[in-house]
């Protein structure tokens, strides 16, 4: 398939001059009543096509012009939904859309708010993001496919229907994963970053680009460009690791492979979760360190992925002391506006992290809207209250404390996105979990394995006894059958003890007796391990636990190197 064409630092002139003309052309437009959801709104019969084969911008530009001020405010919302379907759902289901919108299924919810996308949300193990995650919406491709297809025939019904509606998720990979069954599992970011080759990168997020395209989602929040300055246990392995060269070009790879399949990428969370342990979700962070840090540290992994073409980025609920202090990022016009946008040039969508998290919502659905609007944002995602956003945006733009202009920006920036993912038809359900896939995951995974202590190519002395922390039953008959397969013997107990540890684990749940300590997310707990073979695959996916089998069998070597340091141990004690 061919790539989507991107401009990476758009000149904003032309968007601007195309402001001004909407904006003049519009202002007097009087307000129209909002449709209910039995009753979509009418396509305005002065409406004319956008013109198709145009550029993007272009097309985006005269659909703007024709659409009501309630279908530019649908336009910048981004909420979640309950169910699994657009337009059966539960009783439970039902009654989360009710108090979230006051419909019953999502596709209502569509109609009735004029809403420009969807977020999928769902769960997965080890999810630190699981606090704002009040719902599932995903079980497995062919239901994801459906309920992706139901929402567009919803949105197709709408006046903005002529660009794609915007169905995006947290398909990060590692322990933020929203889809998880029937797909190829790539290693985390953090394993990535081990390996460090960025064309395995791209080939493996191109994989999952196609994927995601096949399900119908179009947007992937993601990839993590967080540099991991500190032990963030928020932010661990969703981050390609510690130092901002590598980091950048991981970042790269991963925006050039899912926009090679027509799915945009949100680069995320600028200006840099890394440099704070805290927790967003229920804390505001604070980043203290100096502006020349953020420039030097923060901030290459975000202009990687503007140069990459990224379509999007979001932005995060931190205390950026250095530059607005008190203000979190998503509501300041300094961060977003005057530094991502004059600074770093970039010109795509802006998307608020989820406004149902803690820093958010200090203020009331509509004023937060209203708020990350005026910041630069151009995406309201995930709002704790669907329709007291939509109230409070178009009250806002009725009495001016929302400038029409700043309205129009936005949607003509969403819009433009959108047009430029509208190239190509979905791929069908039979691209995911191909051979070929799954060999873009395993080159990235195998590349990945590291050796922190202990002989480079030394086999274990079998039989081999599999442990963990805390259960991972799964994890453990992975690597069972993987070293069975690779010729290494496994027995319930005695012979060399395989201890595994992942998300979450500490130096109580090492195993003084290990033969071999594996870390499966973020390798610092090896610093407490008294194993004379310490490794680290940075995830627990089946293809890691296939390139850990190898590599135990003395089958391949651990290439890797670790990306962040962890204390007194070197980042490979094999090679250089």
Not at 184 to 194: H, N, Y
Not at 381 to 406: C, I
Not at 456 to 470: D, E, F, L, Q, R
Request: with cysteine; glycine share 10%.
């Amino acid at each position: 398939m061919g790539r989507v064409s991107i401009s990476p630092r758009r000149a904003c002139v032309a968007l601007a001059a195309l402001t001004a003309l909407l904006v003049s052309g519009c202002s007097g437009e009087p307000e129209r009543a909002r449709p209910t959801p039995s009753s979509p709104a009418p396509v305005p019969s002065s409406a004319a096509p956008a013109p198709t084969g145009a550029d993007p911008a272009a097309r985006a530009a005269a659909l703007v012009a024709t659409l009501s001020d309630e279908d530019l405010v649908g336009q910048v919302l981004m909420p979640y939904a309950y169910g699994s379907s657009a337009t059966k759902v539960s009783p439970g289901s039902a009654a989360g859309n009710r108090a979230l919108a006051g419909v019953d299924t999502p596709a209502e919810m569509v109609a009735k708010y004029r809403l420009g996308g969807l977020i999928l949300v769902g769960f997965s193990a080890d999810d630190p993001t699981s606090g704002n995650q009040a719902t599932t919406n995903v079980d497995n491709p062919k239901q994801v496919r459906a309920l992706t297809d139901g929402l567009r025939a919803a949105a197709g019904r709408l006046p903005a229907g002529p660009a794609p509606f915007l169905i995006g998720t947290d398909q990060e990979y590692g322990v933020v994963t929203r889809i998880t069954d029937g797909v190829t599992l790539l290693p985390s970011p953090l394993a990535a970053g081990a390996a460090g080759n960025p064309a395995l990168t791209e080939a493996a997020w191109r994989a999952a680009g196609a994927e995601l395209a096949a399900m119908g989602v179009n947007l992937d929040f993601a990839p993590v460009a967080d540099v991991l300055a500190t032990r963030s246990t928020v932010i661990g392995s969703r981050s390609f690791g510690a130092d901002p060269t590598t980091a950048s070009a991981q970042v790269s790879g991963a925006v050039r492979g899912l926009q090679a399949e027509g799915v945009g990428a949100a680069v995320k969370h600028f200006p840099g979760h890394g440099l704070t342990a805290a927790d967003s979700h229920t804390d505001l962070p604070v980043v203290g360190q100096s502006r020349a840090v953020l420039d030097r540290t923060a901030f290459p992994p975000f202009h990687a992925g503007i140069d990459a073409g990224a379509m999007a980025v979001m932005s995060a609920h931190l205390d950026v002391k250095a530059i607005d202090p008190g203000t979190p990022a998503t509501f300041s016009h300094k961060v977003l506006t005057d530094v991502l946008r004059g600074q770093l040039g970039f010109q795509g969508v802006v998307i608020t992290d989820g406004m149902n998290m803690a820093p958010a919502k200090r203020w009331s659905p509509g004023e937060a809207a209203v708020r990350a609007l005026n910041a630069g944002n151009d995406l309201i995602l995930m709002t704790p209250n669907v329709g007291q956003a939509y109230d409070g945006l178009r009250a806002a733009l009725k009495d001016g404390s929302l400038p029409r202009t700043r309205l129009v920006e936005a949607v003509t920036r969403v819009l433009t996105m959108k047009f430029k993912l509208a190239d190509r038809p979905a791929p069908a359900l039979s691209t995911l979990d191909s051979p070929e896939h799954r060999k873009a995951a395993a080159d990235l995974a195998a590349a990945a394995v590291t050796m922190l202590r202990g002989r480079c190519g030394s086999p274990v002395a079998g039989p081999v006894t599999v442990t963990s922390a805390k259960g991972r039953d799964g994890t453990r008959a992975a690597l069972t059958a993987a070293l069975t397969a690779a010729g290494v013997k496994v027995v319930p107990s005695g012979g060399t003890v395989v201890h595994l540890v992942g998300y979450g684990d500490g130096s109580a749940d090492l195993r003084a007796d290990a033969d071999v300590t594996v870390a499966m997310d973020t390798p610092y707990v090896l610093a407490g391990a008294k194993s004379p073979t310490l490794l680290a695959t940075y995830s627990s996916t089946r293809t890691s636990m296939t390139a850990l089998a190898a590599v135990l069998a003395g089958k391949a070597r651990p290439t890797g190197h670790s990306p962040v340091k962890v204390s007194g141990l070197p980042a490979t004690t094999c090679g250089t």
